[in-house]
């Protein structure tokens, strides 16, 4: 019962981190009229901060590193979640249009 709670938590957590990522995104496309274009979130974080991003944000809070695709038009950001799977039932998932 303490892990299911620890991992609600750490999800909450997951969602909001990656909403102002997220935000950040939406910003820098106003400005550049595209989403920054990578295949990891490494290179986006590099991309947005400080400009747009205050913190540095790199890893869940499982200790795995978020995962970015984006491209011109979109994005999808992700957290493998609690079974620091990715593709998996439990992940968290952000992409341009979904809240």
Sequence with gaps: MLVRALNAEKTQRAR???ES???ALESYR???GSYVEAK????????????YLN???RVDPWHKPYEYEGSRDSFVLRSAG??????TEDD??????SR
């Design 21 to 23: 990522i997220a935000t």
């Design 40 to 51: 990891n979130e490494m290179a986006l974080i590099d991309r947005l901060n400080p400009r």
């Design 30 to 32: 106003r400005e550049h």
């Design 16 to 18: 909001a981190e990656l």
């Design 82 to 87: 609690p079974d620091e799977k990715t593709n």
């Design 92 to 97: 968290i998932v952000r992409t341009n249009g």
């Design 55 to 57: 913190e540095i944000i």
